[in-house]
C-alpha cells in the first residue's frame, strides 16, 4: 500500500501535519546511501531532501521492522549537532537482545530523550518480541512546562 497517496482526514487540513513513507537504510561511514529497491535513504538524506534541516519535529513515528537501530541513533545524533529538533518519538523496538535495546535507549538519553510510555505489541511480534515506547525531548517537556506553570 501506498501510503502517501493516502488521504489524511478533512480536519488536518488546516494543521502542519505530514506524513513521509520512506524506506531507511544504514549509511556506512564514508559512502553514500546504499540503494535498495529505488526508495531507500538515510535518516540524513530524508530529513535533507525533505527540507527539514533545523525545523522541529512534533512527532517522529517509526516502525520499520528492525531500522531503528541505526535511524535512531543517526536522529539522535542529528538532534545533538541541533541540526534537526524532536520533541516526540514513537517508535516500535523490535527483537529481544537487551544489550543491543540497552545501547538504543542509552543513545537516545543522550540526546535528552525520556521514556514515558510503552506498551507490548500483543498481536504482532509472537506476542512479546515487539514494545511501542513514547520518549519526550526533555528540554521540550522542560519548556512546556515553564510556559504552562509560568506564563511565558
Known sequence: MNLDKKA????????????????FCKTLP???????AGNCLSLTSAVSSLGHQNRTISIFKIDCEGCEYFVLPEL???VE?????VQQIQVEIHGTRF??????FQTLRSAGFAV?????????????????????????????????????
Open 8 to 23: 489524511l482526514p478533512s480536519c488536518t487540513r488546516n494543521i502542519n501535519l505530514r506524513f513521509h513513507n520512506k524506506n
Open 30 to 36: 564514508g559512502t553514500r546511501d546504499i540503494e535498495l
Open 76 to 78: 539522535a545524533k542529528l
Open 81 to 85: 549537532e541541533k541540526k534537526l529538533s
Open 99 to 104: 544489550l543491543r535495546i540497552r545501547r538504543l
Open 116 to 152: 514515558f510510555h510503552k506498551e507490548r505489541n500483543h498481536d504482532g511480534c509472537d506476542g512479546y518480541k515487539c514494545v511501542e515506547f513514547s520518549l519526550l525531548s526533555l528540554s521540550f517537556a522542560k519548556a512546556e512546562f515553564i510556559h504552562s506553570h509560568c506564563g511565558t
